[in-house]
């Protein structure tokens, strides 16, 4: 781990908060609300979520460079927003939000699935990807993995490549990341 890596782990085992019993009993919520507000900190964990997609000083299309292409940047509902558009902006791609159903205007593609606490479904326009598109998705918590597994089933679904899934924070003990061994896992904080 290098210098700058360590400094990031600090601060992120700092700025993100845990709040017991939210949203439910028996859930310890992680709040990254803390890492946000401090601008220093949210553009280490940005530049830390593009920086494996991306080759020193090269752009996401610059293959002769080194680089890894990324074509489109997925960001899961909500807080996967937040860290996604930037990380896009970064690598120089475009923003795809998943979205919780009902909540996108066009025509979607949906599949539900298990959350640690209940089920949901998410949604995706269904020309939000070009057939052979790279993607990288982006999210706050790993966690039982049910969000990420059904984001990428909604990827494939369009005919588009998951290159890589980056993560700010991974629960380790709920082992989200075996519901999609063989794919790139990049994770900033394990606990």
């Known amino acids: 781990m290098t210098k700058r890596q360590a400094e990031l782990t600090e601060l992120l085992k700092e ?11 028996g859930i310890l919520f992680k709040d990254i609300t803390p890492l946000l507000a401090d601008q220093a900190t949210f553009g280490m964990a ?24 990324v074509d489109k ?5 909500a807080r996967g927003f937040i860290l996604a558009a930037p990380v896009a902006y970064r690598l120089g791609a475009g923003f795809v939000p998943v979205r919780k ?13 298990d959350l640690e606490y209940g089920t949901a479904t998410l949604e995706v326009h269904q020309d939000a990807f070009t057939p052979g598109d790279r993607v990288l998705i982006v999210d706050d918590v790993l966690a039982t993995g049910g969000t990420v597994r059904a984001t990428i089933d909604l990827v494939e679904r369009a005919e588009a490549q998951v290159v890589g899934i980056a993560i700010l924070l991974e629960l380790a003990f709920l082992q989200g990341r075996d519901r999609f061994s063989g794919h790139d896992l990049h994770v900033l904080l394990t606990v």
């Not at 700025?15 to 009993?25: E, M």
């Not at 940047?73 to 509902?77: K, P």
């Not at 909540?103 to 699935?113: A, N, R, V």
């Open 46 to 69: 940005v530049s830390a979520l593009a920086a494996r997609y991306q080759a020193s000083g090269a752009r996401a299309g610059d293959a002769d460079q080194g680089a890894v292409t």
């Open 73 to 77: 940047v997925v960001g899961i509902e």
């Open 101 to 113: 159903k009902g909540k996108l205007p066009y025509h979607t593609h949906e599949t539900t699935y």
């Open 15 to 25: 700025r993100i908060r845990d709040i017991p019993d939210y949203p439910k009993p």
